[in-house]
């Protein structure tokens, strides 16, 4: 979360909560596309961390 600012860490943390509570490895992917969607092109490191760690 240090990449992101302060004006936006409520709501990225809100879009970040169905990431890490869905149930399967695949619902889990189809969540983190939906994050990335809404913010991979303002946070892209963000975006990408949490992509290499859904993948392992």
């Given at each position: 979360?240090?990449?992101?600012?302060?004006?936006?860490?409520?709501?990225?943390?809100?879009?970040?909560?169905?990431?890490?509570?869905?149930?399967?490895?695949?619902?889990?992917?189809?969540?983190?596309?939906v994050f990335e969607a809404k913010w991979g092109k303002k946070y892209t490191i963000a975006a990408k961390s949490r992509s290499t760690i859904t993948c392992r």
């Open positions: 979360m240090r990449y992101v600012t302060e004006k936006d860490k409520k709501a990225v943390i809100e879009d970040l909560k169905p990431v890490y509570k869905a149930v399967k490895e695949e619902m889990d992917y189809e969540k983190l596309l």
